[in-house]
């Protein structure tokens, strides 16, 4: 069973999907559900591919809304990156093979499952669009707008010993001065946008609580200026702030902001956000922790670590919606071109899949 999904997970992977650009993945996704059995395959505006098994009955009163088992279709890697799969003794190296090939090979498996085995309530697998990146959990939050859901539940390839049971949230901003510009000495006394950019930089550093270790900020990029004898016209920098705590971070992200508020005469400044993925966490005993616990023992897997991260299912936490994160086997070096792979682990993580989804099935939440 392990092989059909390895496979899987090497045709995914063999058809580039950077993220704003995963259609031709999904039309292969879509095609591949179908032939797994999924009873209803669609296509949604943004392109998150959608496989819903048991709704027979979905247009009768009382019908339960789904819940989601969702996988990322895109990649880090851009268009035109080589895919070449390397395998020495139990590793698979590729471009994006755990992350997130195996994850949606991982849904084509649930799928087959699901086919013969129909649930008690609505199951969707959706394969997502804009997790990496820049995407901002386009699909994810897409998904969730359109939709009323009981609950979410993230596949990754190589998590597989954690249960991400909390989101970190993060808000991403683009800072740009502009100014006049002039000759450092013929115009002096100009205010300079590379000046001003810095100071508001320092200032915005200074409100970031320090002594929380559930709080990062990091100021990722800046630009600025033409040459060493003018006044910068114009200045920017793109900055990451992340907390475990949504509120929090919304607070801290107001004081940053207003470090940004007071520039000198003549300059103006632009903040604009580029990014959020909502914080959160499921909440102590909720029953879908439970049928994540209850799914690992079924499949012989050891207690896994609770923690949180960043994955699709930031979204439906901001949402309100119940969720978690569950991956499929272990790996390293991600997000490098030398991903890889441990392939003796899948076997026990498709199990832990399927029995998650028989416990999601029978659950009454
Ligand atoms: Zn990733």
Redesign the pocket.
């Known amino acids: 069973m392990a092989r059909e999904t390895i496979e899987d997970a090497q045709r995914i992977c063999a058809m580039e999907a950077p993220t704003g650009a995963e259609g031709p993945r999904g039309e292969l996704v879509a095609r591949l559900l179908a032939e797994a059995g999924a009873p209803a395959v669609e296509t949604d505006a943004v392109g998150n591919v959608i496989a819903r098994f048991g709704e027979d009955d979905a247009a009768s009163p009382g019908a339960r809304p789904p819940v989601v088992f969702a996988a990322?279709l895109d990649?880090?890697f851009a268009a035109g990156t080589p895919i070449a799969f390397v395998r020495d003794g139990d590793r698979l190296a590729a471009p994006g093979i755990g992350?997130?090939s195996l994850g949606v090979a991982a849904l084509l498996h649930l799928a087959r499952h699901l086919a013969g085995h129909p649930p008690a309530r609505p199951i969707w697998l959706v394969a997502t669009v804009g997790?990496?990146g820049l995407g901002d959990l386009r699909g994810a939050k897409a998904l969730i707008a359109d939709h009323e859901l009981a609950a979410f539940v993230a596949v990754e390839g190589t998590m597989a010993e954690s249960l991400v049971v909390g989101a970190v949230g993060s808000l991403r901003y683009r800072v740009t001065v502009r100014g006049p510009g002039g000759h450092s000495w013929g115009d002096r006394g100009t205010p300079s946008a590379v000046h001003a950019l810095v100071r508001m930089l320092d200032a915005a550093l200074a409100v970031v609580p320090a002594d929380r270790d559930d709080v990062a900020f990091n100021v990722g990029t800046i630009a600025g200026g033409t040459t060493v004898n003018a006044i910068a016209a114009q200045a920017s920098a793109v900055l990451d702030l992340r907390c475990g705590d949504e509120a929090a971070l919304q607070a801290i992200a107001r004081d940053v902001r207003a470090a940004f508020a007071a520039a000198d005469d003549g300059l103006s400044v632009d903040v604009e956000q580029v990014g959020h993925r909502p914080g959160g966490a499921l909440p102590a005993g909720h029953p879908l922790l439970h049928c994540a616990r209850r799914a690992r023992e079924r499949a012989n897997l050891p207690a896994a670590d609770e923690v949180a991260s960043s994955t699709d299912a930031n979204a439906a936490h901001g949402a309100g919606i119940p969720a978690l994160t569950v991956g499929i086997s272990t790996g390293g070096n991600?997000?490098r071109l030398d991903e890889y792979l441990d392939l003796p682990p899948i076997a026990d993580g498709l199990r832990a899949l399927i029995a998650l989804a028989d416990e999601v099935s029978a659950a009454a939440f």
Do not use: L, M, R, S
């Open positions: 990322h990649t880090v992350d997130n997790e990496e991600v997000h």
